[in-house]
């Protein structure tokens, strides 16, 4: 489990699905989501972005607990919103 202290942002696929709603959990906006993201592929898309990662394939968000899709750990940098478009954008 990350603190807060440890200057990281979580990063789910769950938050880039524009099969999720953004009541179950999706960050973006539709228009910037795809439907079933990799971890692969934001993994991809972040490192492109030049960040610091920490990958994490056996993550798991709290509101799936059965689906253990990973996570990414990426250095606080700005405000997390922006970070997701960013990353969205090159999924």
């Given at each position: 489990m990350v603190s807060r202290d440890e200057n990281k942002y979580v990063i789910y696929p769950l938050?880039?699905?524009s099969?999720?709603?953004r009541l179950n959990g999706r960050?973006?906006?539709k228009k910037y989501a795809v439907e079933k993201p990799s971890l692969e592929n934001?993994?991809?898309a972040a490192q492109s972005l030049k960040l610091k990662l920490?990958?994490?394939k056996d993550g798991i968000h709290s509101s799936t607990?059965?689906?253990?899709e990973g996570r990414i750990l990426v250095e606080k940098k700005g405000p997390k919103t922006k970070l997701l478009v960013q990353i969205a954008n090159r999924l």
């Open positions: 938050y880039f699905d099969t999720v709603s960050k973006v906006a934001i993994l991809k920490i990958v994490e607990p059965w689906m253990k």
